[in-house]
């Protein structure tokens, strides 16, 4: 039988109308290298995913609890934000002397030490240690809105042993436990002692300026603005004082005057007598009586008053008779001119009491010069006995007792006036010491007051320190220690499995489109049109069976005539 022929040019046109025929036809020859590439990806997913090391991830969660006192008892020393806590916990849990620790514990990473450093060693640790902040949407009581908060957060480790992740997991959250203490009691202890140091020094500071208000109290007790009120009344009374003293002062010397009036009008000795019992008067008698009416009228009357003119014109005659003569008129002339001075001092607007006394004085010496001034004549001469007259005995007598008293009074008079000064002076300086006092007065009271403030804080402290050393405040909280875990985090192998079976057909695909990329032989009358832009005007067909494409035989079966002729 021979085989009946086939009719090519409606093969070419199923090809050329159907796209999928030719990548078919394509797939078709690349079967093998397409099959190798996906048997071989395929093989290695698997192989990853049958051969990656399990890596297990052991977990703790720890819950941040509030405290159990109402914050508007006691308010806690650490004010910070949970989440800021928890990482500035985890800096101190992470430092190298910690983590070498627990690698040492627990002999982590025996295989890389010999190759790796410290530094190394911690830092791959560091990667294994996982940290999660869960949080959780809350109401601000504050601000009365809805805001993110952490409320817990999760310790873990990752290993390729259950065993160990379980374990070193137990000992992070063990660490991060301690360190939360730690921390709290550190703050609020520091916080205590902080206080208590600013404490001592504002009491220090207080001591010190009582010693200087202290200190400047003695110095100026007398001029302080407490006191501004009684050195008014005491120069008051002062004043009284003198004005009693300065009265008194002239009532004795008018005494004084009258009593000298009467000692210069009797003889010291008994008078001698007349016939006619009349007392008879020497010239020096005379002087001397005139010499004391003189200046008794001078204490009253001016000088040029019509009796004292008169008095002094016979006094005059008689001192250049019988008296001192001119020594006796230049000491007169003298007293009369304290006397004018006096009248002006005493006539001017405001008194001056100092000059006043100061001319008294000097009147009071001048009048007891010309007193004393000799007397010419036979009986001056003499050396008189002592006076033996009663009457003149008994007026003497009064006259040294006021004399005396006037002294005295004239001393108590100078210490008045010393003691007034002293008080006016008082009462000048007194602004001024009382500006300086206020000022240390208002310094101790601001160092008072903080002083009160540091101390109200350092209780609230000492609260807060109880607070957390009674682990009363904000506390962490273990609600799921760490256990072993059932199921390794990493690999995912199912995911790997599919993964690799999709890797392993895009790498077949992949294979294909390359391969037919760099393929440079035309195949069909569709590359014929896409390489010239024309179709062909015939297509011709393999002639004999035998040379027909090996690319056909795979899905062609041999003719029956064929077999039959083989």
């Excluded at 099959?35 to 969660?61: K, N, Q, S």
């Excluded at 530094?119 to 240690?129: N, P, T, Y």
């Excluded at 204490?299 to 003569?325: C, D, K, N, V, Y």
Aim: glycine share 4%; aromatic share 6%.
């Amino acid at each position: 039988m021979s085989a009946e022929p086939r009719d090519w040019g409606d093969t070419d046109r199923f090809e050329e109308g159907a796209a999928l025929a030719t990548q078919l036809e394509a797939v078709n020859r690349r079967k093998w290298p397409m099959l190798i590439a996906f048997c071989t990806v395929l093989v290695a997913a698997i192989a990853a995913a049958l051969l990656w090391p399990a890596t297990y991830r052991a977990m703790g969660t720890i819950l941040i609890e509030q405290q159990e006192v109402p914050l508007d008892f006691v308010r806690s020393a650490v004010t910070s934000y949970a989440d800021e806590r928890v990482q500035v916990i985890s800096q101190r849990v992470m430092t190298s002397a910690n983590l070498l620790g627990i690698i040492d514990k627990h002999k982590l990473y025996d295989a890389d030490r010999q190759d790796r450093t410290r530094e190394q060693l911690v830092e791959r640790m560091r990667k294994d240690v996982q940290l999660q902040m869960i949080s959780s949407d809350v109401v601000d009581p504050r601000a009365g809105r809805t805001t993110k908060a952490t409320i817990a957060f999760a310790v873990g480790y990752e290993s390729r042993s259950p065993e160990l992740a379980a374990r070193v997991a137990n000992d992070l959250v063990t660490l991060y436990l301690q360190k939360n203490i730690e921390t709290r009691t550190q703050l609020a202890a520091g916080t205590t002692d902080f206080l208590s140091t600013e404490t001592e020094k504002l009491r220090a500071r207080i001591g010190e300026i009582e010693q200087r208000i202290s200190a400047f109290k003695e110095a100026n007790y007398d001029r302080l603005p407490e006191f501004s009120q009684s050195n008014a009344q005491v120069l008051a009374r002062a004043g009284e004082e003198l004005r009693d003293v300065d009265t008194r002062i002239q009532a004795l010397n008018q005494q004084i005057v009258f009593l000298d009036s009467q000692l210069a009008q009797l003889d010291p000795h008994m008078p001698t007598v007349s016939g006619t019992g009349q007392a008879i008067q020497s010239p020096a008698q005379r002087v001397r009586i005139l010499r004391e009416q003189y200046i008794s009228l001078l204490w009253e009357f001016a000088p040029r008053h019509p009796t004292a003119a008169s008095i002094r014109q016979e006094l005059q005659s008689l001192e250049q008779q019988a008296g001192g003569g001119s020594a006796a008129l230049q000491a007169l002339e003298r007293l009369e001119q304290a006397h004018l001075q006096l009248a002006n001092v005493r006539e001017r607007k405001p008194a001056d009491p100092a000059e006043q006394q100061r001319l008294e004085g000097q009147i009071g010496a001048l009048a007891a010069q010309l007193r004393d001034q000799p007397i010419s004549g036979a009986a001056s001469a003499v050396k008189q006995a002592a006076p033996d007259n009663p009457a003149y005995v008994s007026i003497q007598a009064q006259r040294e007792s006021a004399g005396s008293e006037r002294s005295a009074l004239a001393a108590r008079r100078s210490e008045i006036n010393a003691r007034i000064v002293d008080l006016e002076q008082r009462q000048l300086q007194t602004p001024a010491v009382e500006r300086d006092y206020t000022a240390l007065q208002r310094e101790l009271q601001g160092e008072q007051t903080k002083y009160a403030e540091v101390r109200q804080k350092l209780m609230e402290a000492q609260l807060a320190q109880n607070l957390e050393t009674e682990q009363k405040g904000e506390r962490f909280t273990l609600i799921e220690p760490p256990l072993r875990p059932q199921e390794p985090i990493r690999p995912n192998r199912p995911a790997i499995f599919a993964i690799g079976l999709l890797m392993a057909l895009g790498a077949a695909v992949g294979l294909l489109a390359l391969l037919e990329a760099v393929d440079t032989r035309i195949r069909g009358r569709r590359q014929v049109v896409r390489l010239l832009g024309v179709p062909p005007l015939a297509i011709i067909p393999w002639v004999g069976e035998d040379e027909q494409p090996r690319r056909f035989q795979f899905w062609r079966r041999p003719p029956a005539n064929a077999a039959a002729r083989a």
